[in-house]
């Protein structure tokens, strides 16, 4: 039961024109660059027409052929993934990705995870979200059974591959100890990309020189995540292993919308995390954006004011100001989403990922005073996990911070972000509030979805298909063409 305080909101008013606005110059700009309340008004229509249709679309069994993919699928895994495991119980998709989760936690204390794009940034922002920040460093007690994560495949980095072999080359010296033991996750939905097939040849390489060639090893330290059909598949198969031992990715499911299937939540249930919490709060979105009116409906809010903005307003760059360190790698993720889905056909805004207020210190500059191409969405967690630090008093106070001795590092936060969006505001630069209650498995859930569902709107709104990638082709081919010289 998801209590209200508990949900996420988005606020939007700040970059609505005020209403009986002196004339001034400043009044005169915001006319020109925010949005009119009527502009969100007369789009209501659409919006909940828009809404039908993407709620329709969950019942496509097959689509026309020029319609393109329509990978609604994810819409309602969440719900779906939690409904099976109470009626199939140990036969349920989830309990077994919770299995496989549990045998690796217990036979491994590292594990690789190999994907790239949708097969990777999913897991890697609910690791740095919901994890501790140093957990690889931690001391084994302290990270209770949960392996060391690493993350490879995602690039083709020579260097990085090496360094990270060499880690383990160092670390490792004994496999018959589980602290000593490292294990593999590989995951890819076409089972064809060239950067995840080649560190997996490589790494495979790497367990064959540790473990030994007939190693029953080779197998129990290894999962699979991967399409019905294809390479890696193939590949498995004739490594001996079966189809229980392969996770499979729903084909319903679009790569960079699968973070709720086994290719986020076994990297997820491996890292120690609340599975079934991600799972309601993405359930949880899917139902309010499904059933609740705009003014309760933070998916059509986000669709329809970030649609508006580039659309009316011509601003394209969308920036996400992340006010945490730890969502970061959520930023990431969600630069794919938006990415991947709507820049097509010469349109679609151009994500940038920026973390306050160390950004302020980079990009602060040009948010403030550069082009007027930018809307800022800020993404901000009400509640820390930890207590508030204090800044306390000192007897050296050269740095002049007594003044502030009961004030806390959350309180300065707080500050910056208020004092940069009245900047912003007097700047007239537009800016929107996602407010998340906390870093949790509920609430990441929950925002997770929320992105996902908004861009699915907001590609409906713009014509384009937001399940597609087509221009992620050509430099594929051109790397295959150039390789067979
Ligand atoms: O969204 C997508 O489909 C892509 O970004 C893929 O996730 C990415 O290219 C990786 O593909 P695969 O999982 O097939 O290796």
């Not at 990705?97 to 217990?106: I, N, S």
């Not at 699968?258 to 939540?265: A, D, E, K, Q, R």
């Not at 001795?405 to 929107?432: E, H, Q």
């Not at 590609?459 to 150039?482: C, D, F, T, W």
Request: glycine share 8%; net charge neutral.
């Amino acid at each position: 039961m998801q209590l209200p305080d508990e949900a996420i909101s988005y606020h939007y008013q700040a970059l609505l024109i005020p209403a009986l606005e002196d004339w001034t110059p400043v009044a005169e700009l915001r006319q020109q660059h925010f949005l009119h309340p009527n502009q969100l008004k007369e789009l209501m229509p659409r919006l909940m027409q828009v809404r039908s249709q993407v709620a329709a679309e969950r019942d496509l069994h097959q689509t026309p052929p020029q319609a393109g993919p329509i990978d609604a699928g994810f819409i309602d895994l969440p719900h779906k993934m939690l409904d099976q495991q109470s009626k199939l119980g140990g036969k349920s998709p989830l309990n077994q990705v919770l299995q496989l989760a549990k045998a690796m936690q217990e036979a491994a204390d590292r594990v690789v995870i190999l994907g790239i794009g949708g097969s990777y940034l999913g897991a890697r922002a609910l690791f740095d979200a919901l994890k501790h920040s140093h957990h690889n460093e931690l001391p084994a007690k302290d990270r209770a059974g949960v392996p060391r994560i690493y993350f490879e495949g995602n690039s083709l980095d020579n260097d990085a591959l090496h360094d990270l072999f060499e880690l383990l080359q160092l670390t490792c010296v004994d496999p018959e100890t589980r602290d000593e033991r490292w294990g593999v996750v590989v995951i890819s939905k076409s089972g064809a990309t060239i950067e995840t097939a080649i560190a997996y040849r490589a790494i495979r390489r790497e367990m064959v020189e540790y473990y030994g060639s007939q190693s029953p090893y080779l197998r129990q330290l290894v999962i699979p995540i991967t399409g019905a059909k294809g390479k890696l598949r193939d590949l498995c198969v004739a490594d001996g292993f079966t189809d229980d031992d392969i996770l499979a990715i729903p084909d319903d499911v679009g790569g960079r919308f699968s973070v709720f299937t086994p290719v986020g939540l076994l990297p997820a249930a491996i890292m120690g995390l609340d599975v079934r919490a991600l799972l309601l709060g993405a359930a949880a979105m899917t139902r309010r954006f499904l059933d609740e009116p705009f003014e309760r409906n933070p998916v059509l809010q986000f669709a329809a004011v970030n649609y508006l903005i580039a659309k009316e307003q011509a601003k394209n760059l969308r920036v996400l100001s992340i006010w945490s360190k730890k969502l970061e790698a959520l930023g990431w993720w969600y630069d794919q989403v938006l990415a991947e889905s709507l820049g097509k056909n010469g349109q679609g805004s151009t994500p940038i990922s920026a973390v306050g207020s160390r950004d302020l210190h980079s990009r602060g500059q040009q948010h403030q005073d550069g082009t007027r191409d930018k809307v800022v969405n800020n993404l901000i967690v009400r509640a820390p996990r930890h207590p508030p630090m204090m800044i306390g008093m000192a007897d050296n106070n050269k740095d002049e911070l007594n003044q502030f001795n009961r004030k806390s590092m959350v309180d300065v936060m707080n500050a910056a972000i208020k004092g940069t969006n009245l900047a912003y505001f007097d700047a007239v630069r537009p800016t929107a509030d996602l407010l998340m209650p906390a870093i949790s498995e509920h609430a990441v859930g929950q925002l997770m979805q929320l992105l996902m569902l908004a861009t699915v709107m907001e590609g409906r709104l713009m014509g384009v298909n937001p399940y597609s990638q087509p221009g992620v082709r050509p430099y594929k081919e051109n790397l295959i063409a150039l390789l067979k010289g």
